[in-house]
């Protein structure tokens, strides 16, 4: 069974940084891809970055892009994201999923396991 537990969540002030890590277990997530989606209140939860577990390629959503590093640490079996530059409109539940089938996309409806997520909130 597949288990993706988010931390390092919390409060952190526009222009601040933070860094989420999603830890995995349950597999060896060969030939998975990893997202991190985020879901503000009252708004569709939305692509964020993905990596490819195996060979480390990586995509990211526009408005994140020269901001945010999606990383994965195959040692220890854990995805990070890291966040820099925060401004207001971060502010979310940011989620960590899998796809077992290792496709890369940005849509949500191909990921087949989900973490409890974490919240984020950028405010001074």
């Known amino acids: 069974q597949v288990q993706l537990v988010e931390s390092g969540g919390g409060l952190v002030q526009p222009g601040g940084s933070l860094r989420l890590s999603c830890a995995a277990s349950?597999?060896?997530?060969?030939?998975?891809?990893m997202g991190w989606f985020r879901q503000a209140p009252g708004k569709e939860r939305e692509f964020v970055a993905a990596i490819r577990w195996s060979g480390g390629n990586t995509k990211y959503q526009d408005s994140v892009k020269g901001r945010f590093t999606i990383s994965r640490d195959i040692d220890k079996n854990t995805v990070y994201l890291q966040m820099s530059n925060l401004s207001p409109e971060d502010t979310a539940v940011y989620y960590c999923a899998a796809d077992r089938w290792g496709v890369g996309s940005a849509v949500k409806e191909t990921y087949h396991y989900w973490g409890q997520g974490a919240q984020v909130t950028v405010s001074s």
């Open positions: 349950g597999d060896t997530f060969v030939g998975y891809c």
